[in-house]
């Protein structure tokens, strides 16, 4: 079992950047790929970025793509989301989540056994 605990969120200006962290503790942090998702107000989760325990494949949104970069540091049981160029469609609360390790980046929500309790992230015009 792991517990994922999110952070970085807050307001941001339109074009501005943010990094959140995604802290994990319990089990060996490197079982697990890991992945972004995020819910805006009214709206279904919606996938965002996922990497392999050994950060060695990533994959990104198209809604995100060259603006959002996942990475990973295993020494520090974190997972990172820098998020750069961020528009007011961004705005969201985003979520960790953590599946038992296949080396294999994961698009759906379903397959992500832990989750934390969320950042909220506010981009406005």
């Given at each position: 079992q792991v517990q994922l605990v999110e952070s970085g969120g807050g307001l941001v200006q339109a074009g501005g950047s943010l990094r959140l962290s995604c802290a994990a503790a319990g089990r060996t942090f490197s079982s697990y790929d890991m992945a972004w998702f995020r819910q805006a107000p009214g709206k279904e989760h919606e996938f965002v970025a996922a990497i392999s325990w050994s950060g060695s494949r990533t994959t990104v949104a198209n809604s995100v793509k060259d603006r959002f970069t996942i990475s990973r540091d295993n020494a520090k049981n974190t997972v990172y989301l820098q998020m750069n160029r961020l528009k007011p469609e961004d705005t969201a609360v985003y979520y960790c989540g953590a599946a038992a390790r296949d080396g294999n980046p994961k698009l759906n929500r379903d397959e992500y056994d832990y989750?934390?309790?969320?950042?909220?992230?506010?981009?406005?015009?």
């Open positions: 989750w934390g309790q969320g950042t909220q992230v506010t981009v406005s015009s």
